[in-house]
């Protein structure tokens, strides 16, 4: 049995994955389909001492914490590693005054920057986080600052919920592009939009508070598409209507929402739809404020404390579902042959499949419209139960494959239901691909006629022969694919020091996969510049993803030529041997100064220049200090033998030496100079004569020592 009489369908890449209905999963590039976990509790803090009351709180990438205590309207931050708790004195209080805040609501930080919504006072505050100065205020007039958000990058969004638009700001306080306007049709017509969320994929959430509900939107930065996706009508289990005043939204898209004072937090999916609650322990734990690290870790403000809750375990029983968009092959009653996957199931771990084949035209459309209708996930999937719930087939666990059977696997289109559980807190199953095999071609055909003839017994044997067929067919495929193991972009990573070692190159364990698949695309243009400036300067691009710059020091040690502007007997003394440096009873003491001469090197004296290059980094210490051993090792191996090499850090460089325009030095923020706009006569220098400076109105005369310009 050869692959080229198979047709299949394949579910391996992202958007492949996508194309389907998914609910508590999520599409990772390295491992695939995998379970979307659920926060679970870890710990608290602060929880003894009794004097952390966090209003808004926000953790930095080193994992520290900073929040505003809501009594005294003060900043606090914790380093979790040393337990040590600081008070930040560049908030003096509650108030309208210097250095004071009002309603302090959401905190936001960066390795740069902190900003925190004061929406008492209309404003948003942006500290420096090294000296925790004020570096500016963001504020718009006659409007209603409600809530910002950070995509964490570049961009701050300011909600006005007066003008109903969303303000963008960059990172230096001033706004970019025109506002963004909320009332786009009177379909969406907003009540008081009061709170914003910046997600992934260039969506922005806004959740309105209406009369009688709240609606949380979406909007669509590049396609400007705005439409409401929840209205928490799903969440009927309420004994009364959900008004969320406090959420937050996670890198992979998770929602999270809780009423101020509950011990109840709602999770969401990126689409709007229901996921289920998270319960903080405790009986006085009113929530507060709630806010993600880098790493989705959950940290919740309370009266008790601050509890933490990770991600990096899972529910004991915990399932997510994945249905996939209608299969079509083209051919009317036609079984389907087989599904094949590739699956990490560790132990406690398991995959399910359902499926239904089926030639009706109206079930094809009434579920290809549940598919592209606006709903939620969840309320999707629930649709599609109710159409195929009955006609699903037995649930079954294959760890490698599986072989479609009876009426259920026979019709022109397919329904696939895949379930992922575990049992195992700690471990979690990833599906990596499924491909789904057809016409029905069975190992059946090769046995003589009379083996077909009863419908049970071949069914049977047909079940038998797959077993032999499968283990045939791995074999097949991996020999028809072998052409994979050849090419750098494609190998299994396992492979892929196997293949550098036929170009004799060394790769190092840490370097990420993509660096090591370049490397050996790229290794044969490398071994031609092999030595040169150029070719190292390429290797090491290839593996820290910057160009250091290469100079050759003789390039810069220019030969001392007599008749220039040297002249003999003016600037110059020529001696049959060098001049004595000291001489005893003038500026030497006998018993004190060393008088011995040393021996005269006759050596070429641009030796010290030549056969040496410098490698200069534009990289932070962090960094080099990661890549370090890795540049060495390239600047050792690939370098002609007889040169010796200087590394530098562009980054630290002092003024004055070895500074380069242009490499490690801008020029920036140069204004033009304006009598009365960037100077005030009497105090600033307008244009000066000679070297010394000078004062408007004191022994100053224009146009004399001073020049209008």
Not at 248 to 275: C, N, Q, R, T
Not at 643 to 669: C, P, S
Request: charged residues 25%; proline residues 5%; contains cysteine.
């Amino acid at each position: 049995m050869k692959n080229s009489e198979f047709h299949r369908i394949v579910f391996e890449t992202a958007k492949q994955w996508e194309s389907g209905l998914y609910s508590r999963l999520k599409i990772t590039v390295e491992e695939g389909l995998t379970l979307f976990s659920k926060p679970t509790f870890d710990k608290w803090l602060l929880q003894k001492s009794g004097d952390a009351h966090p209003l808004c709180l926000s953790i930095d990438r080193c994992g520290l914490i900073y929040w505003i205590d809501g009594q005294r309207c003060q900043l606090y931050s914790f380093n979790q590693e040393s337990g040590l708790k600081e008070h930040i004195p560049c908030i003096s209080g509650c108030g309208s005054g210097s250095g004071e805040v009002s309603q302090p609501d959401r905190m936001m930080v960066d390795h740069q920057t902190l900003w925190l919504l004061d929406r008492g006072n209309q404003r948003v505050l942006a500290y420096a986080t090294d000296l925790y100065q004020l570096k500016h205020i963001i504020s718009i007039e006659k409007t209603g600052l409600s809530d910002i958000g950070y995509d964490g990058s570049k961009h701050i969004y300011v909600l006005d919920n007066r003008g109903k638009r969303i303000v963008r700001f960059d990172k230096n306080g001033s706004i970019t592009g025109d506002p963004i306007d909320l009332r786009i049709d009177d379909n969406h017509k907003l009540n008081d939009p009061f709170r914003l969320l910046v997600g992934g994929r260039g969506r922005l959430y806004v959740l309105d508070r209406g009369a009688s509900m709240y609606c949380l939107y979406w909007y669509v930065l590049d396609k400007k598409r705005f439409e409401k996706i929840s209205d928490f009508s799903d969440m009927s289990f309420c004994r009364h209507p959900f008004r969320p005043s406090i959420i937050i939204i996670s890198k992979a898209g998770s929602i999270l929402a809780a009423e101020k004072g509950s011990s109840v937090i709602h999770e969401f999916g990126p689409d709007g739809g229901y996921m289920g609650c998270i319960q903080i322990p405790g009986t006085n734990s009113g929530i507060n404020c709630m806010a993600f690290d880098i790493n989705d870790t959950l940290y919740v403000g309370t009266d008790n404390g601050i509890a933490i809750f990770t991600l990096s375990r899972s529910f004991v029983g915990e399932t997510g579902e994945y249905y996939s968009k209608t299969l079509d092959k083209g051919l009317e009653k036609k079984p389907w042959h087989r599904l094949d996957l590739d699956a990490v199931l560790p132990e406690s771990t398991s995959v399910h499949i359902s499926y239904y084949s089926s030639d009706d035209v109206t079930l094809k459309r009434m579920i290809d419209e549940i598919h592209a209708s606006k709903q939620s996930v969840r309320r999707k999937i629930d649709e599609i139960n109710n159409l195929l719930g009955p006609l699903w087939s037995e649930q079954e666990r294959p760890s490698k494959g599986m072989l479609f059977r009876g009426e259920k696997a026979t019709g022109r289109y397919l329904w696939l239901k895949v379930t992922l559980t575990t049992f195992d807190e700690a471990q979690k199953p990833y599906l990596n691909s499924i491909k789904i095999y057809y016409p029905r071609i069975s190992y059946l055909r090769y046995l003589p006629a009379t083996y077909q003839e009863d419908p049970i017994s071949s069914d049977f044997l047909e079940r038998f022969l797959s077993i032999f067929e499968t283990v045939f067919y791995g074999i097949e495929s991996e020999i028809e694919s072998l052409f994979r193991y050849f090419d750098p972009a494609i190998t299994p990573e396992g492979f892929l020091p196997w293949l550098a070692s036929w170009l004799h190159l060394a790769l190092d364990e840490d370097w990420p996969p993509e660096v090591k698949r370049n490397l050996i695309a790229k290794a044969i243009d490398i071994y031609k510049k092999k030595g040169t400036p150029s070719g190292i300067a390429d290797f090491i691009e290839l593996v820290i993803g910057q160009r250091p710059i290469i100079y050759e020091d003789a390039e810069f040690a220019e030969p001392f030529v007599l008749g220039g502007q040297y002249h003999v007997g003016e600037s110059i003394i020529v001696t049959k041997g060098p001049a004595r440096g000291f001489r005893l009873g003038d500026d030497s003491i006998l018993g004190m100064t060393a008088i011995r001469d040393g021996p005269r090197s006759l050596d070429d004296p641009f030796k010290v220049s030549t056969h040496r290059f410098t490698v200069m980094l534009n990289l932070n210490k962090v960094q080099y200090d990661r890549h370090r051993q890795s540049i060495r090792r390239i600047l050792d191996e690939e370098k002609p033998a007889h040169t010796v090499y200087t590394l530098r850090l562009i980054a630290d460089t002092k003024l004055g030496h070895l500074i380069y325009v242009g490499v490690n030095t801008k020029l920036d923020g140069i204004k033009p100079f304006c009598l009365g706009i960037s100077s005030v006569p009497g105090n600033t220098v307008l244009n000066i004569k000679g070297e010394k400076g000078g004062r408007l109105e004191r022994n100053s005369r224009i146009g004399s020592t001073f020049t209008l310009m």
